[in-house]
Nanobody, 122 residues
Framework: QVHLVESGGDSVQGGGSLRLSCAASGYGYNSMGWFRQAPGNEREGVATIDRDGRLSYSDSVKGRFTISKDNAKNILYLQMNSLKPEDSAMYYC??????????????????WGQGTQVTVSS
């Protein structure tokens, strides 16, 4: 079993920055990522890191967000810069047994954290 705990969500003004963290415990996962869901919207992929360290980003955050992982501490990060009001959402950490978690396949994700809220004001 894998347990994921996110932190770092907050309310910020547009143009600001936040860093989300996800502490992972347990075994059996090979890839991780960040997803988000705004009220009334479907969950969407933000960024993923696969088993070999390859990174993927959604077009909406490319160039502004950076995903990284501290393998020694089993912590996944999401550095978010130049935040926009449309980035406001609940952000979820995800882990999967598959070697490469897909941004577009949130329904197949094996493990989810409880979420951390990010609110960006204009």
């Amino acid at each position: 079993q894998v347990h994921l705990v996110e932190s770092g969500g907050d309310s910020v003004q547009g143009g600001g920055s936040l860093r989300l963290s996800c502490a992972a415990s347990g075994y059996g996962y090979n890839s991780m990522g960040w997803f988000r869901q705004a009220p009334g919207n479907e969950r969407e992929g933000v960024a993923t890191i696969d088993r070999d360290g390859r990174l993927s980003y959604s077009d909406s955050v490319k160039g502004r967000f950076t995903i990284s992982k501290d393998n020694a501490k089993n912590i996944l990060y999401l550095q978010m810069n130049s935040l926009k009001p449309e980035d406001s959402a609940m952000y979820y950490c995800a882990a999967d047994r598959f070697s490469a978690l897909r941004l577009t396949n949130w329904r197949a994700v094996d493990y989810w954290g409880q979420g951390t809220q990010v609110t960006v004001s204009s």
